[in-house]
């Protein structure tokens, strides 16, 4: 898909709030948004939001916050967050580059996104800025792919079945996972010693087949991944070898997935 039109971002994001945010992302929206601990009149601003499911959360969560704005590169994730939550203020935007005044909101989340940025570090410069002083910052990132025995199994089997990029592609989620590493990305972007909790998630899909669509359908259209028919089949009959550990008595696919979240107050 080169230059792809708002119909068919919009698709994939469909597919990605469908089969995607219930398997793996809503949990650690669910901690993150308790995490938050957000007072009434606060401001919020969730970076690369996605179809927004964390946004979501913490404008039920928090009736009483001040603002909820949910921010996103994506404008086929945002259409899909607008037609879930018409109440909150989606923009898009990079994130590398954020559209606010300095000192704007008491509360930056972002789950998910901070490995896909080119810069890392100045996206988190630009989550501080924006920041009023004594404000929260809350990132989530996945933990390493080597702890995640589910995904690398995955990510093998793309690379045998269709392509070995196609297999480097599912292991960009879990780039950042390594703590020391994250450490020194929130130093060099000038926040000191930030907190780091690692929790551990359950990630669920129907079965394998719906694992492996998850990603196929959900995402990598995003990436300029498309495949046929055929070698979808192909992909689907090794996940289903690939993933019998982790199946479950009632065959479902099941796995522990490590979110390391690091925490920072604005000085
Ligand atoms: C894995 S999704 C996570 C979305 C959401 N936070 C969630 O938990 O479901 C990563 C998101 O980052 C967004 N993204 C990637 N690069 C971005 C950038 N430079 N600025 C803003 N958003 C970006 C993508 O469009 C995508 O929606």
Redesign the pocket.
């Known amino acids: 898909m080169n230059n792809p039109g708002l119909p068919e971002l919009e698709q994939t994001?469909r597919a990605?709030e469908e089969r995607?945010?219930p398997a793996l992302?809503q949990d650690?929206?669910g901690h993150l948004a308790e995490a938050a601990n957000i007072h009434a009149g606060q401001d919020v601003l969730?970076?690369?939001?996605?179809?927004?499911?964390?946004a979501r959360t913490i404008a039920r969560r928090y009736e009483t916050a001040g603002s909820v704005t949910g921010?996103?590169?994506?404008p086929g994730?945002l259409a899909v967050a607008q037609s879930q939550a018409p109440g909150i203020d989606w923009q898009q935007?990079?994130?590398?580059s954020l559209p606010f005044q300095d000192h704007s909101f008491d509360v930056v989340v972002?789950?998910?996104?901070l490995m896909?940025?080119?810069s890392p570090e100045l996206?988190l410069q630009e989550m501080y800025r924006v920041l009023r002083k004594k404000g929260a910052l809350l990132v989530?990132v996945f933990d390493s792919i080597n702890r995640v025995p589910a995904y690398k199994a995955m990510s093998a089997v793309f690379a045998r079945v269709v392509d070995p990029a196609v297999g480097q592609a599912l292991q960009l989620?879990f780039s950042l996972g390594d703590t020391r590493k994250l450490t020194s990305l929130f130093t060099s972007a000038g926040i000191s010693a930030p907190g780091i909790r690692t929790l551990e998630i359950t990630a669920r899909f129907q079965g394998a087949r719906e694992m492996a669509l998850a990603d196929i359908k959900g995402?990598f259209p995003?990436a300029d991944i498309q495949l046929d028919e055929p070698t979808i089949d192909s992909v689907v009959a090794e996940a289903e070898l690939a993933l019998e550990p982790f199946r479950t008595d009632a065959g479902t696919i099941e796995f522990q997935v490590p979110v390391h979240i690091l925490s920072a107050a604005k000085l």
């Open positions: 994001a990605y995607l945010v992302f650690v929206a969730d970076v690369a939001c996605g179809t927004g499911v964390l921010l996103d590169l994506n994730m935007g990079d994130a590398e972002s789950q998910f996104g896909l940025f080119p996206a989530a989620p995402w995003f």
